[in-house]
């Protein structure tokens, strides 16, 4: 749609509505007469130019009001990785530990610190791998979950 149409229809309301137009210091459009009575071409390029620079006035306006804000957002979308499958040598190197600890893979938080600068990736995402890989290929033993059971409620589970 040629630009000189969208603005005409965009302001046609006023046009048809018997108001007038007001486009600040310069500019002043009376309606009068008929819908169909159609603005000249310097009248359409002084619409078009203030409406340009009214739209780039504004922009700057909160650009400048908000740039702290923007930029502290772009920071944070920034650091957000994209979902998907952890690097292979990561894994490994997580799945490597998961495999001496089997019994009991709960790491410290020493341990998870060790893990997350060997592999460099942060805390939460080595937080997240173990517990989602403990939902989904940990089964306690009968004795662990006894042990687990009689730390947490007494030895009343015994025989």
Not at 89 to 95: G, I, N, S, V
Request: aromatic share 14%.
């Amino acid at each position: 749609m040629p630009k000189a149409v969208r603005a005409l229809r965009d302001y046609s309301f006023f046009f048809d509505s018997g108001k007038s137009l007001s486009l600040g210091k310069s500019y002043t459009y009376e309606a009068v007469g008929s819908s169909e009575e159609e603005l000249s071409g310097g009248e359409m390029e002084a619409l078009e130019d203030y409406q340009t620079n009214e739209d780039r006035e504004l922009k700057e306006k909160l650009l400048r009001k908000y740039s702290g804000y923007i930029s502290t957002l772009k920071h944070e979308f920034s650091k957000k990785k994209k979902k998907g499958k952890l690097p292979k040598e990561a894994r490994q190197t997580l799945l490597d530990w998961w495999n001496v600890h089997y019994k009991w893979p709960y790491p410290t938080e020493a341990d998870k610190l060790c893990l997350a600068e060997a592999t460099g990736l942060d805390q939460k995402q080595i937080n997240n791998w173990f517990i989602n890989q403990r939902k989904r290929h940990w089964k306690p033993s009968e004795n662990m979950q006894i042990a687990v059971m009689d730390s947490l409620y007494g030895p009343f589970f015994h025989e």
